[in-house]
């Protein structure tokens, strides 16, 4: 594992290569996730607008929150010919095929953002990410020290079978099982949306009796949780205050929820990371240097009274 240093991150890559005299741009192929909540098309903006400004041609491929869609488009990228292909994958698993296929046509694969579940790591270059395991943890750690232990929680978790969802709740597991006292009494996922967290924290204060003996709510990110406060402010319930809610992304929305006091921690995911990936993956084109499998990019929890920058 390699952490990003994040002030001092490496100049980034020049994006002209030379074969013989002539230069060439380098074509890169992005395949992303989808559009749902805050954070995602925030991301997807900033690879594109940092691609702009490093003259990288980007192909970039939203595949709707269908992994179907994900592998047309990496085999597009294939028959095109593209210099490196950048995956955001939908969920970890059904990736060895077409990874393998990327492979056999010499391509490049990184992963950005999530991870996929293969026994063959040579079929990627490196992920370079946030670490969902350390978010979880970290909420996770927030809510004991702020419920000092005592908590019945409800939790919303993302799409299942996504890196986030999967990691976020093993992490966020891992620091409650300390504390005898503190316990997930309801669990379902709200696919990362704002609708779905709505939908999910009505049908909870239904069959909760208005959460009844609940003391906090785990969200795997924030559209979540801002859907769930909807839901309780409808239901006549006080968010962040007779309730301790942590999520993670700290997008905007969330931030005015801390800062109206609706919620009271999130767990930063940094969306303006383009200018990290694209030289790792230059850089790469360039030497062909092996990499970490992983580089991981730094996570920090943040509450109304540590807003940070
Ligand atoms: O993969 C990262 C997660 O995906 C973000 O936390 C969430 O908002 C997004 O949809």
């Not at 390699?2 to 100049?11: I, N, T």
């Not at 996730?33 to 491929?61: C, H, N, T, Y």
């Not at 395991?133 to 996770?140: F, H, I, T, V, Y």
């Not at 030289?279 to 920090?300: A, C, F, G, R």
Request: aromatic share 8%; glycine share 10%; net charge negative.
């Amino acid at each position: 594992m390699h952490v990003l240093k994040w002030l001092g991150c490496a100049a980034i890559g020049a994006t002209m290569f030379f074969a013989g005299s002539s230069a060439f741009a380098v074509t890169i192929g992005f395949s992303q996730v989808g559009d749902e909540g805050d954070w995602r098309p925030a991301w997807s903006k900033d690879m594109q607008e940092e691609a702009k400004k490093e003259g990288i041609d980007l192909k970039f491929a939203d595949a709707q929150g269908k992994e179907e869609e994900q592998l047309k488009a990496v085999r597009s990228f294939i028959a095109q010919k593209v210099d490196a292909i950048i995956i955001a994958p939908v969920v970890v698993t059904g990736w060895d095929q077409v990874l393998g296929e990327a492979k056999k046509a010499g391509i490049p694969v990184f992963l950005a953002d999530r991870d996929v579940d293969t026994a063959d790591k040579s079929l990627f270059v490196t992920r370079i990410s946030a670490d969902f395991n350390l978010e979880g943890r970290l909420a996770g750690a927030w809510l004991a020290q702020a419920s000092k232990g005592n908590c019945n929680i409800v939790e919303l978790q993302g799409t299942t079978g996504a890196a986030p969802a999967i990691e976020r709740k093993k992490g966020f597991e891992a620091v409650i099982s300390l504390f005898p006292n503190m316990k997930i009494v309801k669990t379902q996922s709200g696919n990362f949306t704002t609708d779905g967290g709505k939908q999910v924290m009505e049908a909870f204060i239904k069959s909760t009796d208005n959460l009844k003996g609940i003391c906090g709510v785990f969200a795997h990110n924030d559209n979540m949780q801002l859907g769930a406060i909807q839901a309780m402010k409808e239901a006549g319930l006080k968010p962040g205050k007779d309730f301790l809610l942590v999520s993670v992304d700290y997008v905007p929305a969330e931030k005015e929820a801390l800062a109206a006091g609706d919620a009271n921690a999130s767990v930063e995911l940094r969306s303006a990371i383009g200018k990290y990936i694209y030289p790792v993956v230059t850089d790469y084109l360039k030497d062909k240097k092996e990499l970490p499998k992983w580089i991981v990019i730094p996570s920090d929890l943040h509450t109304a009274a540590t807003p940070g920058n």
